[in-house]
């Protein structure tokens, strides 16, 4: 137990031990040293990386932008506005199918101009100026709520705030190491979110690491340590083990990095969108982490840092669970900590289900992989398999850390049945606390879009 | 290299039967045999971006994996017993025994597959779905509970019934209510009972009255027992071995052993069900031994565990995940009635000499009833859980 354990009074009876759950060790993680982003003049905001929001385009195309500036907002909240991390151009204004937004693009200009927002303490200021100061900052879209893991709506006052200090997802960030100098960033970030609840803020640890002096001695914080594999660091499973949300109930969650950027916000009087990732993943020559700006084209950033290999790579951002797949020429999203570039998995593979599978891997048993040593692992983006109705059970609830039944939940959800949705904990749950149920899933079902449906559903449902 | 020059060959034909294609009609079929040869080039294009590497085939194939210990065995012993029926010293593992029961089982085999497999292709192509692989599982299953002498159309009308009426009515592999193959195991029970029941079916020659030297019974120890002669039932380590009459698949204990270790050791098979099936049988057993009416209530209760099809059921029919009990408190509910069913009916009821098959089809019926109450009891934890409002 590390010491510093001592020095909150944890004792380790008090750790929550998450027993089911599966940690894919893949190649390519991030070494801890953190290089300059190349330069980039090209910035997006994507109105897809958010949830429950339906936007509203602000600017023009040719407009000129500072940092801080709107792009645009949520219709049925228009205080909720998402703007531009630099100053600059509106250089394209992407539209899809049915005209949906998709990306807004941004050049940088030359002289960097800025917004002005307020400075102070936020633990001297009134909830209000603090929601006003984090709308305008363009920062509400950070906070996320549960139920249906959408952007947080502001006439709620949540029961309390959960925080995720590790991430526990394969390749994921190291939290402490990104904000290793930023403590006084994001406790002041924490003392604006304590104004925000009638409740609680927690913040959820590694137990198998002593916290550093950023998360550690956090005033009127409630502590909890967790230890086991993934989804072990979700706040989603750490919420179901300290206090599960019911029915009525709504709780906020937000990343560490996020809390810092609202916390700067404060000390600084403006927007600063520096943003730290890690850049991993087998693809990558050397995998590391990279200082950059939010939303920043990620091209600059690969460029001469991809294997050449015989398949194509595929750019996420995000983990290989959760995150998009943005291509080569995409933007780093707005929530993403980590940018994973993995093999394309386009190929056929002669009696694949049938060979022993030495460099296969498997949550089962059932390839001969698992009984081999193996420190890490080069998965490629093959589906290894097609679709089927449900058959094994049991799977799910192997990496499910949850008192919830996953499959009968995500029967209600393709069934449309709101009423068992409710009553099997639909509240509790978002799509990645389902990612690893969709990654060992024999029948290859698609456990996150269907969860997303109940999720909209029942959302629908509820404003009614 | 070679794999290429196939790939190429594949890729050339495929437009045929794709849409639009001549042959588009035959899209599943087609669709099954490449994926057959080939894991498809298909990519995670929602969610995780990373799949785990088994899939149902996999799964279908260590399942049959697993079956093989059992299969092997069923071959040697159906020549053992054979030659030993008609007088004629051969040794149990012999090439002469081996070749024998393989002529015999087989042909079985082959009629299980060709029929199941034939009927899945035609529904999956009228339905425009993929083949399923389910019936990979089932067509080995079919021919191990069989009686060798068993008349090979009978097997063909069996496997028939079992897949229409069994799973296909149901929507297919994932969808049934009953375990395929058993329920073509019971089809044949009701329908044709003279030629599944009885002392002459279990050794191939039997019943065409090949001769039988004296003092040769051919009953099978369920048989002998359900009789009244418990004097004349097989020692345990013979039961155990499997060196008995009986169904080709099910005699040896320690084959189904070897399987049930690799179901448990690749975590495809539920060790759960399969340990709550033999504590329902152990416990049964016992309550009858302290019972004991009548001689074969005093059969010591561990003997149940390596008579008849008791352990086979136990391993591969009672943990097929789609028709038993689908949460995991709910299997060892399903898996403890299983083995407490099974005893019951074997040794209670004179009709029918084995428990196992029915007390399977009877909690495959119980087992939505089963997995309903531990949800239900997960859905009242939750409600308590929200705090009362004053």
């Given at each position: 137990?590390?010491?510093?354990?001592?020095?909150?009074?944890?004792?380790?009876?008090?750790?929550?031990?998450?027993?089911?759950?599966?940690?894919?060790?893949?190649?390519?993680?991030?070494?801890?040293?953190?290089?300059?982003?190349?330069?980039?003049?090209?910035?997006?905001?994507?109105?897809?990386?958010?949830?429950?929001?339906?936007?509203?385009?602000?600017?023009?195309?040719?407009?000129?932008?500072?940092?801080?500036?709107?792009?645009?907002?949520?219709?049925?909240?228009?205080?909720?506005?998402?703007?531009?991390?630099?100053?600059?151009?509106?250089?394209?204004?992407?539209?899809?199918?049915?005209?949906?937004?998709?990306?807004?693009?941004?050049?940088?200009?030359?002289?960097?101009?800025?917004?002005?927002?307020?400075?102070?303490?936020?633990?001297?200021?009134?909830?209000?100026?603090?929601?006003?100061?984090?709308?305008?900052?363009?920062?509400?879209?950070?906070?996320?709520?549960?139920?249906?893991?959408?952007?947080?709506?502001?006439?709620?006052?949540?029961?309390?705030?959960?925080?995720?200090?590790?991430?526990?997802?394969?390749?994921?960030?190291?939290?402490?190491?990104?904000?290793?100098?930023?403590?006084?960033?994001?406790?002041?970030?924490?003392?604006?979110?304590?104004?925000?609840?009638?409740?609680?803020?927690?913040?959820?640890?590694?137990?198998?690491?002593?916290?550093?002096?950023?998360?550690?001695?956090?005033?009127?914080?409630?502590?909890?340590?967790?230890?086991?594999?993934?989804?072990?660091?979700?706040?989603?499973?750490?919420?179901?083990?300290?206090?599960?949300?019911?029915?009525?109930?709504?709780?906020?969650?937000?990343?560490?990095?996020?809390?810092?950027?609202?916390?700067?916000?404060?000390?600084?009087?403006?927007?600063?969108?520096?943003?730290?990732?890690?850049?991993?993943?087998?693809?990558?020559?050397?995998?590391?982490?990279?200082?950059?700006?939010?939303?920043?084209?990620?091209?600059?950033?690969?460029?001469?840092?991809?294997?050449?290999?015989?398949?194509?790579?595929?750019?996420?951002?995000?983990?290989?669970?959760?995150?998009?797949?943005?291509?080569?020429?995409?933007?780093?999203?707005?929530?993403?900590?980590?940018?994973?570039?993995?093999?394309?998995?386009?190929?056929?593979?002669?009696?694949?289900?049938?060979?022993?599978?030495?460099?296969?891997?498997?949550?089962?048993?059932?390839?001969?992989?698992?009984?081999?040593?193996?420190?890490?692992?080069?998965?490629?983006?093959?589906?290894?398999?097609?679709?089927?109705?449900?058959?094994?059970?049991?799977?799910?609830?192997?990496?499910?850390?949850?008192?919830?039944?996953?499959?009968?939940?995500?029967?209600?959800?393709?069934?449309?049945?709101?009423?068992?949705?409710?009553?099997?904990?639909?509240?509790?749950?978002?799509?990645?606390?389902?990612?690893?149920?969709?990654?060992?899933?024999?029948?290859?079902?698609?456990?996150?879009e269907i969860l997303r449906t109940g999720l909209d559903l029942i959302r629908k449902e509820m404003s009614q | 290299m070679k794999a290429k020059k196939l790939r190429q060959l594949i890729d050339r034909v495929k437009p045929q039967f794709q849409k639009g294609g001549k042959l588009a009609k035959l899209h599943s079929t087609f669709d099954a045999f490449e994926s057959f040869l080939f894991v498809p080039d298909r990519v995670a294009q929602n969610g995780a971006h990373i799949r785990d590497s088994i899939d149902l085939k996999r799964t279908m194939t260590v399942v049959i994996l697993a079956l093989f210990p059992a299969l092997i065995f069923g071959m040697l012993n159906v020549g053992f017993q054979h030659f030993l029926s008609v007088?004629?010293?051969?040794?149990?593992?012999?090439?002469?025994?081996?070749?024998?029961?393989?002529?015999?089982?087989?042909?079985?085999?082959?009629?299980?597959?060709?029929?199941?497999?034939?009927?899945?292709?035609?529904?999956?192509?009228?339905?425009?779905?993929?083949?399923?692989?389910?019936?990979?599982?089932?067509?080995?299953?079919?021919?191990?509970?069989?009686?060798?002498?068993?008349?090979?159309?009978?097997?063909?009308?069996?496997?028939?019934?079992?897949?229409?009426?069994?799973?296909?009515?149901?929507?297919?592999?994932?969808?049934?209510?009953?375990?395929?193959?058993?329920?073509?195991?019971?089809?044949?029970?009701?329908?044709?009972?003279?030629?599944?029941?009885?002392?002459?079916?279990?050794?191939?020659?039997?019943?065409?009255?090949?001769?039988?030297?004296?003092?040769?019974?051919?009953?099978?120890?369920?048989?002998?027992?359900?009789?009244?002669?418990?004097?004349?039932?097989?020692?345990?380590?013979?039961?155990?071995?499997?060196?008995?009459?009986?169904?080709?698949?099910?005699?040896?204990?320690?084959?189904?052993?070897?399987?049930?270790?690799?179901?448990?050791?690749?975590?495809?098979?539920?060790?759960?069900?399969?340990?709550?099936?033999?504590?329902?049988?152990?416990?049964?057993?016992?309550?009858?031994?302290?019972?004991?009416?009548?001689?074969?209530?005093?059969?010591?209760?561990?003997?149940?565990?390596?008579?008849?099809?008791?352990?086979?059921?136990?391993?591969?029919?009672?943990?097929?995940?789609?028709?038993?009990?689908?949460?995991?408190?709910?299997?060892?509910?399903?898996?403890?009635?299983?083995?407490?069913?099974?005893?019951?009916?074997?040794?209670?009821?004179?009709?029918?000499?084995?428990?196992?098959?029915?007390?399977?089809?009877?909690?495959?019926?119980?087992?939505?009833?089963?997995?309903?109450?531990?949800?239900?009891?997960?859905?009242?934890?939750?409600?308590?859980?929200?705090?009362?409002?004053?």
């Open positions: 137990m590390p010491d510093t354990f001592k020095k909150y009074a944890i004792d380790m009876s008090k750790v929550i031990k998450i027993k089911r759950g599966l940690d894919i060790r893949l190649k390519g993680a991030a070494g801890k040293t953190i290089s300059q982003a190349g330069r980039t003049d090209l910035f997006a905001v994507k109105p897809t990386d958010f949830k429950g929001i339906d936007p509203r385009i602000l600017v023009k195309q040719g407009q000129e932008v500072l940092a801080g500036t709107p792009l645009f907002c949520d219709k049925t909240h228009p205080e909720i506005v998402f703007v531009s991390p630099v100053s600059g151009t509106v250089e394209e204004i992407l539209r899809g199918e049915r005209r949906k937004l998709l990306d807004i693009m941004v050049r940088s200009g030359l002289q960097p101009g800025f917004e002005p927002l307020q400075k102070g303490d936020p633990s001297t200021m009134d909830m209000e100026a603090i929601r006003q100061q984090i709308f305008k900052s363009g920062l509400w879209p950070s906070i996320i709520q549960r139920p249906y893991g959408v952007v947080a709506d502001p006439n709620h006052t949540p029961r309390d705030i959960f925080i995720s200090a590790f991430d526990s997802a394969p390749l994921g960030a190291d939290y402490e190491f990104i904000l290793k100098d930023e403590a006084k960033t994001f406790s002041t970030g924490i003392k604006a979110l304590r104004k925000l609840t009638s409740g609680k803020v927690h913040i959820g640890l590694d137990s198998r690491k002593e916290p550093s002096k950023v998360f550690a001695n956090l005033e009127g914080i409630e502590y909890h340590f967790f230890s086991g594999p993934h989804p072990a660091g979700n706040t989603g499973i750490q919420i179901h083990h300290v206090a599960p949300v019911n029915k009525e109930e709504v709780v906020w969650t937000v990343t560490p990095q996020l809390v810092a950027l609202i916390g700067r916000t404060f000390l600084i009087g403006q927007l600063d969108s520096t943003w730290t990732f890690a850049l991993a993943g087998s693809y990558i020559k050397e995998p590391r982490y990279i200082k950059g700006i939010r939303g920043m084209a990620i091209a600059p950033v690969l460029a001469g840092q991809l294997q050449e290999q015989e398949l194509p790579p595929r750019v996420i951002s995000g983990n290989v669970l959760t995150g998009t797949n943005i291509g080569e020429n995409g933007y780093l999203g707005y929530y993403d900590s980590v940018v994973t570039v993995i093999p394309e998995g386009k190929y056929f593979d002669l009696f694949g289900w049938a060979m022993p599978g030495i460099n296969k891997f498997s949550m089962s048993r059932s390839f001969l992989s698992s009984f081999l040593p193996k420190k890490s692992w080069d998965i490629d983006t093959n589906l290894k398999g097609g679709h089927r109705a449900f058959v094994m059970t049991g799977q799910y609830e192997k990496v499910f850390p949850m008192d919830i039944y996953p499959v009968h939940l995500l029967k209600a959800v393709i069934t449309n049945d709101v009423d068992k949705m409710e009553q099997l904990g639909i509240y509790e749950v978002i799509e990645e606390d389902m990612a690893l149920c969709e990654f060992v899933c024999t029948s290859k079902t698609d456990v996150q | 007088g004629k010293d051969v040794a149990f593992f012999s090439w002469q025994g081996f070749g024998f029961g393989f002529l015999k089982v087989f042909p079985i085999i082959v009629v299980s597959y060709v029929t199941g497999l034939g009927i899945e292709f035609i529904f999956a192509q009228v339905k425009g779905h993929e083949v399923n692989e389910g019936f990979l599982v089932s067509g080995m299953l079919i021919p191990l509970i069989m009686p060798v002498d068993v008349p090979l159309w009978m097997v063909a009308l069996a496997t028939a019934f079992a897949v229409v009426f069994g799973k296909e009515v149901f929507g297919g592999t994932g969808m049934n209510v009953f375990n395929p193959a058993l329920l073509s195991r019971v089809f044949l029970f009701f329908a044709y009972p003279a030629f599944m029941t009885g002392d002459k079916i279990w050794i191939a020659g039997l019943t065409k009255g090949q001769g039988v030297i004296d003092g040769f019974s051919g009953a099978t120890p369920l048989g002998e027992a359900a009789a009244g002669h418990i004097d004349k039932m097989p020692k345990f380590i013979d039961m155990f071995l499997g060196t008995i009459p009986g169904s080709i698949g099910e005699t040896s204990t320690l084959a189904i052993l070897i399987g049930a270790i690799i179901l448990v050791a690749t975590g495809i098979g539920s060790w759960k069900i399969m340990v709550s099936v033999i504590l329902g049988g152990l416990f049964m057993g016992g309550i009858l031994n302290l019972w004991g009416a009548n001689s074969y209530m005093h059969v010591p209760f561990y003997y149940h565990l390596v008579m008849g099809g008791f352990a086979f059921g136990a391993v591969f029919m009672a943990t097929d995940p789609v028709t038993g009990a689908q949460t995991e408190k709910g299997k060892w509910i399903y898996g403890f009635f299983i083995g407490l069913m099974s005893i019951l009916i074997r040794v209670v009821n004179p009709a029918y000499p084995e428990g196992v098959m029915l007390a399977i089809l009877l909690m495959n019926v119980f087992a939505p009833l089963i997995d309903y109450f531990v949800v239900q009891s997960n859905i009242n934890r939750r409600l308590k859980r929200i705090p009362v409002k004053v």
